[in-house]
Nanobody, 120 residues
C-alpha cells in the first residue's frame, strides 16, 4: 500500500504564488513518475506537470514559464511551484505517483486533492 499526502493549497490573489508538496510513503520499491493534475468545475482532469525519475519534465502549455515541478527522490516527494497565478488556475490539484512496490508489481496512486483558488 502506498499513501500520498498533499498540502499547500489555499486562496491566493492573482499574480501570487503557491507551492504544493506531495509526499509518498509505504511499500515503495521505486518511483518512475510523479505528476500534478488539476480539475476545475465542469471540466475534465488535465495534466499540469510531470517529472520522471531521471528528471525529465513536461508541462501543460497553459502553465509553461509559470509553474515548476521538482522532486526529492530521497524523500519521495514532488513539488509544484506555482507563480504568477491566474484565476483560470483555480481547480482541485491532484498528485499522481507511478512506480513499483516490488520488482514486478506496479502501482499508480492518486492523492486526495487540494483546492487552489485564485481570486481577488
Amino acid at each position: 500500500q502506498v499513501q500520498l499526502v498533499e498540502s499547500g493549497g489555499g486562496l491566493v490573489q492573482p499574480g501570487g504564488s503557491l507551492r504544493l508538496p506531495c509526499a509518498a510513503s509505504g511499500s515503495i520499491f521505486s518511483i518512475n513518475r510523479m505528476g500534478w493534475y488539476r480539475q476545475a468545475p465542469g471540466k475534465q482532469r488535465e495534466l499540469v506537470a510531470a517529472i520522471t525519475s531521471g528528471g525529465s519534465t513536461n508541462y501543460a502549455d497553459s502553465v509553461k514559464g509559470r509553474f515548476t515541478i521538482s522532486r526529492d527522490n530521497a524523500k519521495n516527494t514532488v513539488y509544484l511551484q506555482m507563480n504568477s497565478l491566474k484565476p483560470e488556475d483555480t481547480a482541485v490539484y491532484y498528485c499522481n505517483v507511478r512506480g513499483k512496490t516490488t520488482m514486478s508489481s506496479s502501482f499508480d496512486y492518486w492523492g486526495q486533492g487540494t483546492q487552489v483558488t485564485v481570486s481577488s
